[in-house]
T-cell receptor, first 111, second 118 residues
Framework: SQQGEEDPQALSIQEGENATMNCSYK?????LQWYRQNSGRGLVHLIL?????REKHSGRLRVTLDTSKKSSSLLITASRAADTASYFC???????????FGEGTQLTVNP | GAVVSQHPSRVICKSGTSVKIECRSL??????MFWYRQFPKQSLMLMAT?????????EQGVEKDKFLINHASLTLSTLTVTSAHPEDSSFYIC??????????????FGPGTRLTVT
C-alpha cells in the first residue's frame, strides 16, 4: 500500500479535551505535514515539520516527529466542536516532491 | 499565498461520456502537478504526477488511457476521465508545486472536483 497508517481511525471527545492522533510512514522523508478536511471539502494545511525537527507548535497544535521510528503525532489542545474533521498526516519523500497520505483520523468533538 | 483552483467544482455526467477537470495555479508557476482521487470515507490516493511539457507518470493500477492528463503550461493541468463509469464517481483533487530555485517541496491543493457518473 502506498499509504501510511494512522491511529486511531476514529476519535470522539468532548469539547475542551485534548485530541492526539498518531501516524506512521514508510520511507525516508523531507518533511511531514498534517492536513484537515471537513466532510466533502478540500484540504486545509495545518502544519509542516521538517525531518531535522522533533517538535513544532502552532496555536493549539503540537506536532512531534520521530524519524527513527518513522512516526509522528498531532496533538490538538482544548478542542472545539469546530475541530470536527478528518485529519491526515502526509509524508514527503526525500527522492522528490511526492506526497503519501495516511489513512486519516476522523475526529468528532462533541459540544 | 499560493492558490490553486479547480473547475468545475461539481460535475454530473452519463456513463460513457468524457469529463475534463482543470487545475490552475493562480499566482505561481507550477513545475509539477499531482492528481489524487478520494473515495467516500477514504484517504487521498495519488493517481499521477504531471510535469509541464512531458508525459504524466501514472501510479500502479491507474489506467493512463482512461485518465488523460495534459500539463500544457506552467499554470494549467487537465485531467480527462474518458468513457466514464459509475465506479469513477469520486472526489478528484489536484495539487501544484511551485518552481523555486529548482528545489521545490511545497504542494498547494485545489478545492477538489466532485464527479458523479450516472
Amino acid at each position: 500500500s502506498q499509504q501510511g497508517e494512522e491511529d486511531p481511525q476514529a476519535l470522539s471527545i468532548q469539547e475542551g479535551e485534548n485530541a492526539t492522533m498518531n501516524c506512521s510512514y514508510k520511507t525516508s522523508i523531507n518533511n511531514l505535514q498534517w492536513y484537515r478536511q471537513n466532510s466533502g471539502r478540500g484540504l486545509v494545511h495545518l502544519i509542516l515539520i521538517r525531518s531535522n525537527e522533533r517538535e513544532k507548535h502552532s496555536g493549539r497544535l503540537r506536532v512531534t516527529l520521530d524519524t527513527s521510528k518513522k512516526s509522528s503525532s498531532l496533538l490538538i489542545t482544548a478542542s472545539r466542536a469546530a475541530d470536527t474533521a478528518s485529519y491526515f498526516c502526509v509524508s514527503q519523500e526525500t527522492s522528490g516532491s511526492r506526497l503519501t497520505f495516511g489513512e486519516g483520523t476522523q475526529l468528532t468533538v462533541n459540544p | 499565498g499560493a492558490v490553486v483552483s479547480q473547475h468545475p467544482s461539481r460535475v454530473i455526467c452519463k456513463s460513457g461520456t468524457s469529463v475534463k477537470i482543470e487545475c490552475r495555479s493562480l499566482d505561481f508557476q507550477a513545475t509539477t502537478m499531482f492528481w489524487y482521487r478520494q473515495f467516500p470515507k477514504q484517504s487521498l490516493m495519488l493517481m499521477a504526477t504531471s510535469n509541464e511539457g512531458s508525459k504524466a507518470t501514472y501510479e500502479q493500477g491507474v489506467e493512463k488511457d482512461k485518465f488523460l492528463i495534459n500539463h500544457a503550461s506552467l499554470t494549467l493541468s487537465t485531467l480527462t476521465v474518458t468513457s466514464a463509469h459509475p465506479e469513477d464517481s469520486s472526489f478528484y483533487i489536484c495539487s501544484a508545486t511551485p518552481f523555486r530555485d529548482r528545489v521545490s517541496y511545497e504542494q498547494y491543493f485545489g478545492p477538489g472536483t466532485r464527479l458523479t457518473v450516472t
